[in-house]
């Protein structure tokens, strides 16, 4: 059991160049995220998704996309990389239970740095 | 908006010295609150949590309580050790509705020998 998986770990992109983060659970969980954690900042939800086929925004989704054709995978998509998305990317899942009490699952995370 | 609130850090202590970190929290429903550690190139884990008012949650040691009158949930330990240096996040989630966790900024720890 794997839990959830990322790649890359690390990454250089160019202003204007485009790239996929990959994420990946094995835990059958309905509900997957992508958030970004900058230096001395909390984490910032950026996507979510509660199933495969249905995905929405969360608080910083503007410069980014997803999509989420399998339970299992929910890549995040940056079409022209900008200095300001250079952060750590984090993916993370959990099961969906009502009530607020989920516990999320996290990736070990993707250092992405746009010079 | 619901937002959480920690103390800056770092924290830095001797091993076996008494932790606190400070967590209070705005919200405008009757959230989870949540405790997660990041240790040095890894992923968060969820570390404990509590659902309602006076709950309180421990794993590894670590304990805090749902305080409703203060909208507080600090986190404490009773004897720290090098190996709980990490970086410790209070969040809450808000239902009705989605799982959506809202993060404070996170407070270092540093244990020394």
């Known amino acids: 059991n794997a839990g959830v998986t990322q790649t890359p770990k690390f990454r250089i992109l160019k202003i204007g160049q485009s790239m996929t983060l990959q994420c990946t659970q094995d835990m059958n969980h309905n509900y997957m995220y992508w958030y970004r954690q900058d230096p001395g900042m909390g984490l910032k939800l950026i996507y979510y998704s509660v199933g495969a086929g249905i995905t929405d925004k969360g608080e910083v989704p503007n410069g980014y996309n997803v999509s989420r054709s399998t339970t299992e995978d929910f890549p995040l998509r940056l079409e022209l990389a900008a200095p300001s998305q250079t952060s750590v990317y984090f993916c993370a899942s959990s099961y969906g239970t009502s009530g607020g009490t989920d516990t999320q699952y996290f990736g070990p995370g993707t250092r992405l740095t746009v010079l | 908006g619901d937002s959480v609130t920690q103390m800056e850090g770092p924290v830095t202590l001797s091993e076996e010295a008494f932790l606190t970190i400070n967590c209070t929290y705005t919200?405008?429903?009757?959230?989870?609150l949540f405790w997660y550690v990041q240790y040095p190139g890894e992923g968060l884990q969820l570390l404990l949590k509590?659902?309602?008012?006076?709950d309180k949650g421990s794993n590894k040691g670590f304990e805090a309580t749902y305080r409703k009158e203060t909208t507080s949930f600090h986190l404490e330990k009773g004897s720290v050790q090098v190996s709980d240096s990490a970086v410790y996040f209070c969040a809450l989630s808000d239902p009705p509705g989605f799982q959506k966790l809202v993060f404070g900024t996170g407070t270092r720890l540093l244990v020394s020998p």
């Open positions: 919200a405008t429903g009757y959230p989870s």
């Open positions: 509590a659902t309602k008012a006076d």
